[in-house]
């Protein structure tokens, strides 16, 4: 008769716990993500000017979570028992939400400092800058830094084997992204409209104390402890298999001894998180010109990216344990991924009339109009984020050699990863958007991941004996590369210029007579006609925003200049310099003695111009925006001079704030 095969003894815990965990995970998404738009609205009264608040508060939301995934990966590979590493993830998110609940308190109780801080420093513009951000990084570091342990610690908890390491970590992070994407969704939409910041913060907290609260019960099923206790006999009936679950397992093709693969592996996992970040603010930024710089646009951008990753994640997870060549596989990602986001970065430049059709189309509807954007974005950036969203399992796969390590892997590939992600948002917010520009910007983005990719290439070749195949690689790719590069994207400036999407009464024909394939295709032809005998004289695109001076002639022949910042007309020399002019003078004819004056707001200056007609002493102008600055000075005809005069004091800084501070 034969011998019955050994029956394995070991509980099978996905059925029982790790549904019930990645439900935790995905509501753990949702949590986060609404804690980082409500903390941006928290922030953004005490650091002012929008563009920084968001930089702090991604930065130091990145930076947490690089630092709690670091520490985790150095501690978490102690814990042996699945009960531990549960009870570990639940006691986080109560800590989350208790200091969530606690940090509109702590903010209130820093104001002073803030003001003290502000009333020094305002005139140096860095030097608040800094201030704010450390005192920010204080507040947040904790709450991120428990964020930042939950990924690795979930990891080391649902990873059984090295076999479906892939799509284990591709799961867990691609559901906790989804779950982001609907928290940032959900935030933006619904919670801050029908129940306000506490109402929003309330929601939040309540989903971190019943998921930790749902983990902590869990940890102490018989089940899992039974699995524990299954674990340690097992172990100890049997020492070789111990041994055996010590020693380093191959990932993909890569062998266990080739530090070159591992070192580009992670090197290429860092550069992917710069330059995801790197194309979300750029992207950001453009579709605010093309949908209008509005929260539900932020909301949909941040989502639709966002889901991009998440799909990434979880196909390619799949995939890293079904390939053998896995590494090969990560550098074809990251050049499709490259490639993809030119294509997707040159489109955007020049889609603004596809856009304003849609949002003509639906302008009755909003929930209609901006479920169609959803879904137009969600198609256009789809290809690039889905191949940004590739590196995690894949990385993992490469860099994780054996199971009870696997804690220290993952957690040092995802800090190096969120570096690299923190990076990217600081140079392409604060470097190359104000000193490149958006399209230059993106051409040095999407050059360092082709060149990071053909570097790898070429090792790949070079590694199997084909020089020959090398040296033709690494040819046609950089000469492709430049060829891209120079010509795109390639946008008219002259349109961009103009926010159109508000601008309905003269194209209500071409939207209706257009179709939509020829609107994607080549839509802006409709409005190049219209700018023809427009000039742009001026395009500053700086940290505070995009500003634009535009020249032409009237009918008349007369020269006239207007300022248009994110698209939107605010200033001219014509048309509305009454609206300007009686700004000034019909508050201060009212004033008996007027000394000292401060204007929010500088635009063309011509209000200002105005105010200092009068005996007054001292002339505050508050503007948010450094470019306007700059592009006041073509209304020195019309705005007698102001940012010359001796009297006039230009501030760079949230107007807003400076009252409130």
């Given at each position: 008769?034969?011998?019955?095969?050994?029956r394995d003894l070991r509980p099978n815990l996905v059925p029982t716990f790790s549904s019930a965990v990645l439900f935790c995970f995905f509501f753990s998404g949702?949590?986060?993500?609404?804690?980082?738009?409500?903390?941006?609205?928290?922030?953004?009264?005490?650091?002012?000017?929008?563009?920084?608040?968001?930089?702090?508060?991604?930065?130091?939301?990145?930076?947490?979570?690089?630092?709690?995934?670091?520490?985790?990966?150095?501690?978490?590979?102690?814990?042996?028992?699945?009960?531990?590493?549960?009870?570990?993830?639940?006691?986080?998110?109560?800590?989350?939400?208790?200091?969530?609940?606690?940090?509109?308190?702590?903010?209130?109780?820093?104001?002073?400092?803030?003001?003290?801080?502000?009333?020094?420093?305002?005139?140096?513009?860095?030097?608040?800058?800094?201030?704010?951000?450390?005192?920010?990084?204080?507040?947040?570091?904790?709450?991120?830094?428990?964020?930042?342990?939950?990924?690795?610690?979930?990891?080391?908890?649902?990873?059984?084997?090295?076999?479906?390491?892939?799509?284990?970590?591709?799961?867990?992070?691609?559901?906790?992204?989804?779950?982001?994407?609907?928290?940032?969704?959900?935030?933006?939409?619904?919670?801050?409209?029908?129940?306000?910041?506490?109402?929003?913060?309330?929601?939040?907290?309540?989903?971190?104390?019943?998921?930790?609260?749902?983990?902590?019960?869990?940890?102490?099923?018989?089940?899992?402890?039974?699995?524990?206790?299954?674990?340690?006999?097992?172990?100890?009936?049997?020492?070789?298999?111990?041994?055996?679950?010590?020693?380093?397992?191959?990932?993909?093709?890569?062998?266990?001894?080739?530090?070159?693969?591992?070192?580009?592996?992670?090197?290429?996992?860092?550069?992917?998180?710069?330059?995801?970040?790197?194309?979300?603010?750029?992207?950001?930024?453009?579709?605010?010109?093309?949908?209008?710089?509005?929260?539900?646009?932020?909301?949909?951008?941040?989502?639709?990216?966002?889901?991009?990753?998440?799909?990434?994640?979880?196909?390619?997870?799949?995939?890293?344990?079904?390939?053998?060549?896995?590494?090969?596989?990560?550098?074809?990602?990251?050049?499709?991924?490259?490639?993809?986001?030119?294509?997707?970065?040159?489109?955007?430049?020049?889609?603004?009339?596809?856009?304003?059709?849609?949002?003509?189309?639906?302008?009755?509807?909003?929930?209609?109009?901006?479920?169609?954007?959803?879904?137009?974005?969600?198609?256009?950036?789809?290809?690039?984020?889905?191949?940004?969203?590739?590196?995690?399992?894949?990385?993992?796969?490469?860099?994780?050699?054996?199971?009870?390590?696997?804690?220290?892997?993952?957690?040092?590939?995802?800090?190096?990863?969120?570096?690299?992600?923190?990076?990217?948002?600081?140079?392409?917010?604060?470097?190359?958007?104000?000193?490149?520009?958006?399209?230059?910007?993106?051409?040095?983005?999407?050059?360092?991941?082709?060149?990071?990719?053909?570097?790898?290439?070429?090792?790949?070749?070079?590694?199997?004996?084909?020089?020959?195949?090398?040296?033709?690689?690494?040819?046609?790719?950089?000469?492709?590369?430049?060829?891209?590069?120079?010509?795109?994207?390639?946008?008219?400036?002259d349109i961009l210029s103009r926010g159109w999407y508000h601008q309905f009464k003269s194209f209500k024909n071409y939207f209706s007579t257009t179709s939509w394939?020829?609107?994607?295709?080549?839509?802006?032809?409709?409005?190049?006609?219209?700018?023809?005998?427009?000039?742009?004289?001026?395009?500053?695109?700086?940290?505070?925003?995009?500003?634009?001076?535009?020249?032409?002639?009237?009918?008349?022949?007369?020269?006239?200049?207007?300022?248009?910042?994110?698209?939107?007309?605010?200033?001219?020399?014509?048309?509305?310099?009454?609206?300007?002019?009686?700004?000034?003078?019909?508050?201060?004819?009212?004033?008996?003695?007027?000394?000292?004056?401060?204007?929010?707001?500088?635009?063309?200056?011509?209000?200002?111009?105005?105010?200092?007609?009068?005996?007054?002493?001292?002339?505050?102008?508050?503007?948010?925006?450094?470019?306007?600055?700059?592009?006041?000075?073509?209304?020195?005809?019309?705005?007698?001079?102001?940012?010359?005069?001796?009297?006039?004091?230009?501030?760079?800084?949230?107007?807003?704030?400076?009252?409130?501070?």
């Amino acid at each position: 008769m034969p011998k019955k095969p050994a029956r394995d003894l070991r509980p099978n815990l996905v059925p029982t716990f790790s549904s019930a965990v990645l439900f935790c995970f995905f509501f753990s998404g949702v949590a986060g993500l609404i804690y980082q738009i409500l903390w941006l609205r928290m922030i953004d009264k005490v650091v002012g000017s929008a563009p920084f608040a968001v930089a702090t508060v991604l930065t130091v939301f990145m930076g947490g979570l690089a630092v709690g995934s670091w520490l985790a990966g150095r501690y978490i590979d102690r814990i042996g028992s699945k009960s531990s590493l549960l009870s570990l993830y639940g006691k986080a998110e109560v800590a989350i939400g208790i200091y969530g609940l606690l940090l509109p308190f702590l903010i209130t109780l820093i104001k002073p400092v803030y003001v003290l801080a502000y009333n020094s420093l305002f005139v140096h513009f860095w030097l608040y800058r800094i201030f704010a951000f450390f005192g920010c990084s204080i507040l947040l570091l904790v709450p991120t830094t428990l964020m930042g342990i939950t990924l690795p610690v979930l990891c080391r908890f649902y990873v059984e084997s090295m076999g479906h390491i892939g799509a284990r970590t591709g799961r867990l992070y691609g559901i906790n992204t989804i779950g982001g994407a609907a928290g940032a969704v959900l935030c933006g939409f619904f919670l801050i409209a029908q129940f306000g910041m506490w109402g929003s913060i309330l929601t939040a907290v309540g989903i971190n104390i019943c998921i930790g609260g749902l983990c902590i019960a869990l940890a102490r099923k018989k089940g899992l402890s039974a699995a524990d206790s299954t674990e340690k006999v097992k172990s100890r009936c049997n020492p070789k298999r111990a041994v055996r679950e010590k020693e380093p397992i191959q990932s993909g093709f890569v062998p266990v001894d080739d530090r070159i693969i591992i070192f580009l592996a992670l090197w290429i996992f860092g550069i992917s998180g710069f330059c995801a970040m790197a194309y979300e603010v750029f992207w950001t930024r453009l579709l605010g010109l093309i949908l209008g710089p509005t929260t539900y646009s932020f909301s949909l951008v941040v989502s639709t990216f966002i889901v991009g990753l998440a799909l990434g994640n979880l196909i390619f997870g799949w995939l890293a344990d079904r390939v053998k060549k896995t590494f090969r596989l990560l550098v074809i990602t990251q050049a499709c991924a490259a490639c993809l986001a030119l294509l997707v970065s040159h489109f955007l430049g020049n889609s603004q009339f596809f856009f304003s059709k849609l949002i003509y189309t639906f302008q009755g509807e909003f929930g209609e109009k901006i479920l169609a954007q959803s879904i137009a974005l969600f198609f256009v950036l789809v290809g690039p984020t889905i191949f940004l969203g590739a590196t995690f399992p894949l990385v993992n796969r490469i860099y994780a050699r054996s199971l009870p390590e696997i804690g220290k892997s993952i957690g040092t590939a995802y800090a190096i990863n969120t570096i690299g992600a923190i990076l990217g948002s600081f140079i392409a917010g604060f470097i190359f958007i104000p000193f490149l520009g958006k399209e230059n910007g993106l051409r040095v983005v999407v050059g360092l991941q082709i060149f990071v990719s053909l570097i790898a290439f070429i090792y790949i070749a070079l590694k199997e004996g084909e020089r020959g195949r090398a040296v033709a690689t690494g040819s046609m790719g950089l000469v492709m590369a430049l060829l891209l590069l120079i010509n795109f994207p390639s946008w008219n400036h002259d349109i961009l210029s103009r926010g159109w999407y508000h601008q309905f009464k003269s194209f209500k024909n071409y939207f209706s007579t257009t179709s939509w394939f020829e609107a994607f295709w080549k839509g802006d032809s409709k409005f190049a006609q219209h700018v023809a005998n427009i000039d742009v004289v001026f395009y500053g695109d700086g940290i505070g925003g995009f500003t634009t001076v535009v020249k032409w002639h009237s009918n008349t022949g007369r020269v006239n200049y207007t300022m248009l910042n994110s698209g939107k007309g605010d200033a001219s020399s014509h048309g509305d310099r009454l609206t300007q002019a009686l700004s000034a003078h019909i508050p201060l004819l009212f004033h008996p003695d007027p000394k000292k004056v401060m204007i929010v707001g500088l635009a063309s200056g011509m209000t200002a111009g105005e105010v200092l007609h009068y005996p007054i002493d001292q002339l505050d102008v508050l503007e948010i925006n450094d470019q306007v600055v700059k592009g006041a000075e073509f209304f020195n005809p019309w705005n007698n001079n102001c940012l010359t005069d001796p009297r006039t004091r230009i501030i760079v800084q949230d107007g807003r704030n400076h009252l409130e501070l």
